[in-house]
């Protein structure tokens, strides 16, 4: 008896010291979240913007450069706007759709935010895209580029990019324009958006009748030896990967290696500086890059070179890829905040017959939320650099 | 292998185990040795807990940083419906199984294959999904359960692999882009079941009753008899006349249609399905959760679920860390309790007096060699 | 099809041979603990990333940036080795200290063991994208982002036998992969200590009443299991020239899978194994395609096992001098 209260003391002791733990860590994150959080006793109204991409994941290099846009637009509105204040709520979903889905709950029923930017990647908006639209949240991504998601007939979904089904095949003619192959090479890394994306450029190397072959590797693994293997029986005058930069990089580096010089070209989810340094300075040299993103690499181009230097003033680093979506795609939820709309729907409203100059481009949205304009940007890596040679009807390969 | 363990005992590594062992295994034996009416208050008063756990209150301590309802459903729900699963396989039959994220697969393969192409009423996807990860735990067991322990674990870990790998690689249930707009299920008495995940929560706890109800069931049958009979030691099972590989399979059949049940529940939520969704490391934190909890006990099980589950996302806050913390947590708990929080009643009683009694120990691990040595001289025939 | 395959066998041979060897060096670590403790430990896959890391910021602190010829290459990946062999060893044999051994002195089940063995795992994997990489590394945020490793050696081709050929790369990897399973061969049959590991492998009671020191023992296989994944780290940075926190976990399921083919507990084994493993993946690739590597590895395993239940050669360690 004596050791069976010994015990049960015991029990509440730990559990106490547990209860007292937790609540003692309960209470130091919300006292984190909520100094950050509503801070509107000045009496002005404090709108909350979400912002939802892979900001600490393996691809949040694509995301922290559109989220940092996004956060000098919303800035820049702070600082003009005397009545209504915004604030950039970031939801960290690392790219992963499980775990931006509970976060976009939060987001709607929690935080009630009036609109988002993002989320960055398709697989994310996919299953994100209907809990906003249920909250008739309005949505604007500067980075998911699945064609798939304008076909959902959302209302409340809008993106300032072009898509896959878009860039796969502009660059297919930009490169039998410039290189005139009889044999590409496609390969992907079986993954959502590499998969579709290399669809799409097969697709149009075949209707141009350029034979086409094509091959995975695992994106996990390291060793692509087999399919330097079959790229070097094919011969090809052309290899497209799609997929991210880092497989590229080791790809690249393995093919170079195993003899292969054909040109190698890849999509958006490569246009990373960082593509030198995973492939190494020779084996980098001459890659080509499509893109529906536009980075102002020393552009002369007055709206781009004003947002390169405020960004590069407010966080220290040149705007790279989707930054100036990132920023465009804030500037439209601004603009109908600053037109006096507060209430998501209204934003909405005001989001379909939005129509100005973003830094990017022409920001106007169809009915389908998909961007007007479709423009598919060429970028090359020349002696360790990324260059921009500029939109695929007008860029030569050096 | 433990010649000096009892040098070691007096260190505080050993006395914190025993504080710690002492108080669930406190728990567990009063519950034990409580009357019938007690427990059943218990049993209820667990299903009422359930019930009101998605309240917002509970919520903003539970999950601060996240959607409470939301994890309640997945992660949390689904890792206790296949921590019971897993459990009938690894906790009850002793099989090591690495592969069991493979049975989720093609229960929500089945849910999105037949919602979307063939636009089947859920309930009957259900039946169907359950039926189909059964034939797969078969057509898996079949020709591997005659294999031996850990033959049986990288054969499964390989199995999880090509059911990914295959859905990646297979255009006619959508390759590397899954599956998109899998309907969700009808309503039910008036409860709409769309994007609010309460619904789901409900009948994952529903799931969750009827299962762990079945689950007891055939652990106090027969077979459950036959199962730790072969979890203690297949040689004497087989020569006591338990035909082991027939009672084996049948603890894949039902832990693979657990398995089903938690995937098609799932996909029939989420929308969207990718093979992404299904990697290894999920079957890993299953195990992990089985045998943290109390591997071969249903209470043990489902605490350790629930922790697995709610724990990382306890700890947002720390980001990052919480992967990290959770790693560290696994080592040290196994060092502190190997047998689990709640370990099962029986197995406590083989096991938990080996830091007094080395022989206890020793003809555990000695059991274990030997039957691997027999199955050297099978081949040296 | 067969027009594929004559044109692929050659340089398929030669990838699946490289890659394969380092399969073998890893499935070393597997098998010898699995021989003695009948345990798989499932970190061994982090024991190879430590050793691969440590080769690394040696070569960053000497400040190598392009290849190196000669007397300097050899003795650069000389101690390169060393250096990992060091590094994987040593952290074989923490390992062991720390999440294994307190589970053995309590006799816990070897479910148990797995359990911990995954959590270190998981704790080394995201201490590397946390701490070590951002920190040590000096790659601020980008823990989970691979880390390119200098290149050290031109790669020459040495001989064109028809499409086929072999580079210096392959021949330094598959000769060095040789050279350690002989050595480790010879550890095993013909020192005192290898005499203990073979007997306690056999039978660990009786090997303890005829004094062979198990915790010794179990300490001496960690620490050669774990060099010989050190050897294997260094070989592959120095193949694929790129790391990262994960780097070591498919690498460690080929391996496990390779040393389970070859017959899990036997040393040669290990080695016909890994080299099978890497074959099978890259001639079946010629035919089905590179997506499907990993099914045809696992589908010939399973037919393997069907077939030869405790593998190719046969189970435990003893039994590697027949």
């Known amino acids: 008896m004596r050791s069976k209260i010994a015990r049960l003391g015991g029990i509440v002791a730990v559990g106490t010291a547990l209860t007292l733990g937790l609540a003692a860590c309960g209470s130091g994150t919300d006292d984190a979240s909520s100094s950050g959080g509503q801070s509107d006793g000045g009496g002005a109204t404090t709108l909350k913007i979400g912002f939802m991409g892979d900001l600490t994941g393996e691809n949040s290099a694509l995301m922290i450069p559109p989220s940092q846009g996004a956060q000098l637009a919303v800035d820049e509105f702070n600082a003009k706007s005397t009545g209504v204040k915004v604030e950039l709520v970031k939801y960290d979903s690392q790219g992963n759709p499980d775990q931006a889905v509970p976060l976009a709950q939060k987001a709607v029923t929690e935080d009630k935010i009036v609109a988002m930017v993002g989320p960055g990647f398709s697989g994310e908006s996919r299953n994100v895209g209907p809990v906003l639209e249920q909250g008739k949240i309005p949505s604007v991504t500067g980075s998911a580029t699945n064609p798939a998601l304008a076909e959902n007939g959302w209302k409340y979904w809008h993106r300032v990019v072009a898509n896959d089904a878009i860039q796969g095949p502009a660059i297919a003619d930009f490169l039998v324009k410039a290189k005139s192959p009889k044999k590409a090479f496609v390969i992907d890394d079986a993954q959502e958006y590499g998969v579709g994306l290399a669809d799409a450029v097969a697709q149009e190397f075949e209707k141009q009748s350029v034979a086409v072959e094509r091959d995975k590797i695992d994106p996990n693994g390291s060793d692509y030896s087999s399919t330097v293997t079959k790229v070097n029986a094919a011969k090809p005058d052309v290899i497209y990967y799609g997929g991210y930069y880092a497989q590229l990089g080791r790809l690249l580096k393995q093919l170079r290696d195993g003899g292969v010089t054909a040109t190698v070209v890849s999509g958006d989810g490569a246009v990373d500086i960082k593509l030198v340094e995973a492939a190494g300075k020779e084996a980098a040299e001459g890659a080509v890059l499509g893109c529906p993103c536009l980075i102002p690499f020393g552009s002369d181009v007055p709206e781009l070179k004003t947002f390169s230097e405020n960004y590069k003033a407010k966080f220290g680093s040149d705007p790279l890829i989707y930054a100036s979506e990132g920023y465009d795609a804030a500037t439209a939820i601004l603009k109908a905040i600053e037109a006096g709309n507060t209430t998501p729907e209204k934003i909405n409203d005001f989001l379909a017959t939005v129509d100005f100059k973003g830094v990017s481009k022409q920001i106007k949205f169809g009915p389908n939320g998909d961007i007007a304009a479709n423009i598919i940007h060429v970028y090359q890596i020349k002696d360790g650099n990324l260059d921009w040679l500029g939109d695929t009807t007008q860029a030569q390969l050096g | 292998m433990n010649a000096n363990s009892k040098t070691h005992s007096g260190n505080p590594l050993t006395s914190f185990r025993r504080a710690v062992g002492g108080l669930s295994d406190g728990v567990r034996d009063r519950w034990a040795a409580a009357p019938g009416w007690a427990r059943w208050t218990g049993y209820a008063l667990l299903i009422a807990l359930a019930v009101i756990a998605p309240h917002p209150a509970i919520g903003s301590f539970m999950a601060p940083d996240s959607h409470w309802p939301s994890l309640l459903f997945s992660p949390i729900g689904t890792f206790v419906l296949l921590a019971v699963g897993l459990n009938v396989v690894v906790g009850q039959a002793g099989l090591l199984d690495l592969g069991f994220v493979a049975f989720y697969a093609i229960g929500a393969y089945t849910m999105a294959v037949f919602g979307t192409k063939y636009g089947w009423n859920f309930w009957g996807v259900l039946i169907i999904a359950i039926f189909m990860t059964a034939i797969s735990g078969i057509v898996l067991g079949s020709p591997t359960l005659r294999l031996r322990g850990d033959y049986l674990a990288i054969v499964t870990l390989g199995f999880g692999e090509i059911v990914r790998i295959t859905a990646q690689n297979t255009d006619y249930i959508g390759g590397a882009r899954g599956i998109t707009n899998i309907p969700h299920p009808p309503t039910l008495f008036g409860v709409e079941f769309a994007l609010d995940p309460l619904p789901y929560y409900y009948l994952l706890v529903a799931a969750v009753v009827l299962v762990v109800i079945v689950a007891k069931r055939l652990e106090r049958s027969r077979v459950g008899r036959a199962w730790e009979a072969i979890r203690e030691d297949e040689d004497a099972a087989e020569l006591m006349g338990v035909p082991t590989f027939r009672f084996k399979l049948l603890a894949f059949f039902v832990g693979a249609m657990i398995g089903g049940l938690t995937g098609a529940i799932w996909a029939s939520k989420v929308i969207a399905i990718q093979p992404p969704n299904f990697p290894f490391i999920l079957s890993a934190t299953i195990l992990a959760a089985v045998v943290l909890g109390g591997s071969g006990n249903l209470p043990g099980v489902v605490i350790g679920a629930f922790l697995v589950a709610w724990l990382p996302e306890r700890f947002r806050g720390f980001a990052d860390y919480r992967i990290l913390i959770f790693g560290a947590a696994l080592v040290l708990m196994m060092a502190l309790r190997p047998e689990g929080l709640l370990p099962a009643r029986r197995r406590r009683n083989v096991l938990g007096n080996g830091e007094n009694d080395a022989g206890a120990a020793a003809t555990e691990s000695g059991g274990t060699t030997a039957s691997g040595d027999a199955g050297d001289k099978e081949v040296a025939k | ?322």
């Open chain 3, 1 to 322: 099809m067969l027009n594929d395959f004559i044109n692929q066998v050659g340089p398929s041979t030669v990838g699946g041979l490289s890659i394969g060897a380092i399969y073998a060096l890893i499935a070393l670590g597997y098998t010898m603990v699995y021989g003695v403790l009948r345990l798989i430990n499932f970190a061994h896959s982090e024991i190879f990333m430590i050793g691969a890391f440590a080769a690394l910021f040696v070569i960053m602190k000497i400040g190598i940036t392009g290849p190196l010829t000669g007397i300097a290459l050899v003795g650069m990946l000389l101690l390169l080795m060393l250096v990992a062999m060091a590094a994987s060893g040593g952290a074989a044999v923490v390992l062991e200290q720390v999440a294994y051994r307190p589970l053995r002195r309590h006799g816990a089940g070897r479910l148990a063991a797995l359990i911990s063995a995954i959590g270190a795992s998981i704790f080394l994997q995201e201490l590397f994208a946390l701490v070590i990489i951002p920190e040590v590394f000096d790659r601020p945020s980008q823990g989970r982002i691979q880390v390119p490793v200098p290149r050290l050696l031109d790669r020459e081709t040495l001989l064109t036998i028809g499409n086929t050929e072999i580079r210096n790369d392959h021949v330094i990897i598959i000769v060095s992969a040789v050279i350690m399973m002989v050595l480790l061969d010879v550890f095993v049959n013909r020192t005192k200590i290898g005499r203990g590991i073979r007997a306690t492998s056999q039978d660990p009671e009786t090997a303890t009443l005829m004094g062979v020191n198990i915790d010794r023992v179990i300490r001496t296989t960690f620490l050669v299991g774990g060099a010989m994944a050190g050897v294997a780290a260094l070989l592959y940075a120095m193949e694929l020239e790129n790391l990262r926190y994960n780097v070591g976990f498919l690498l460690g399921v080929k391996a496990f899978t390779a040393a389970v083919l070859g017959g899990i507990g036997n040393l040669r084994g290990a080695l016909l194994g890994g080299l099978a493993l890497g074959l099978i993946e890259n001639w079946g690739a010629i035919f089905f395609g590179s997506e499907w590597k990993d099914v045809i590895a696992f589908t010939i395993l399973v037919l393997v096992l069907l077939f030869r239940p405790t593998g190719i050669l046969g189970e435990s360690l003893q039994r590697a001098r027949a």
